[in-house]
């Protein structure tokens, strides 16, 4: 198993363009997340999806949108970007059943907006 | 969701054990204990969760005192690869959102 995987690592946006963080899992997890991690600072909630066709907002949602139409898969896309924007953005899932479980964490995704 | 307190950083003597406190006073009766680390910017890491009874694993113990307000979560013997910011979080049984504070930044010095 690879686990949560992250792509691209790095990536350097000037104002105003756009792009996709992609995400994939291979364990079959239900639920996926996107937390955002600015500088000296705890993760913040962005998004997640307790299933294939279904998303919600997170604590901080404004700027991003998602879509989850597989279950491996959960892309994150930054329409707009702004400096605000600039963060190390990970990705991560669980299996929620009867009892709670962990989270795996991918790698995490370093974008610089310029 | 009840809300953690955690000392901002600590040290540590590699092969020595780290006790690492939690306060959660608030927390309610349907509510977890989980630990997770971050090692130098990675993404993080699992390390264990318990509801009210001590839970071990091949990584750490966690100690839930009786009243369930606070814990300590125990490295028996840390290693310089310990080094890690360490993040006590409280969540509910069916509220998957994890939400971190600012964590404990643990240094383990040989």
């Known amino acids: 198993n690879a686990g949560v995987t992250q792509t691209p690592k790095f990536r350097i946006l000037k104002i105003g363009q756009s792009m996709t963080l992609q995400c994939t899992q291979d364990?079959?997890?239900?639920?996926m997340y996107w937390y955002r991690q600015d500088p000296g600072m705890g993760l913040k909630l962005i998004y997640y999806s307790v299933g294939a066709g279904i998303t919600d907002k997170g604590e901080v949602p404004n700027g991003y949108n998602v879509s989850r139409s597989t279950t491996e898969d959960f892309p994150l896309r930054l329409e707009l970007a702004a400096p605000s924007q600039t963060s190390v953005y990970f990705c991560a899932s669980s299996y929620e059943g009867k009892l709670p479980t962990e989270a795996f964490f991918g790698q995490g995704t370093r974008l610089t907006v310029v | 969701d009840a809300k953690t307190t955690q000392p901002t950083s600590m040290d540590c003597a590699e092969g020595r054990a780290a006790n690492l406190p939690c306060n959660h006073s608030t927390i309610s009766g349907n509510e977890y204990v989980y630990w997770y680390r971050q090692i130098h910017s990675q993404g993080p890491q699992y390390i264990i969760h318990?509801?009210?009874n001590n839970e071990t694993n091949e990584m750490a113990s966690l100690i839930i005192t009786e009243d369930r307000k606070s814990s300590t979560l125990i490295l028996p013997h840390a290693t310089l690869r310990d080094t890690a910011v360490y993040y006590c979080?409280?969540?509910?049984?069916?509220?998957?959102?994890?939400?971190f504070g600012a964590g404990t930044t643990v240094t383990v010095r040989a």
């Open positions: 979080i409280v969540r509910l049984r069916n509220d998957y959102k994890l939400s």
């Open positions: 364990m079959n997890h239900n639920y």
């Open positions: 318990g509801l009210k």
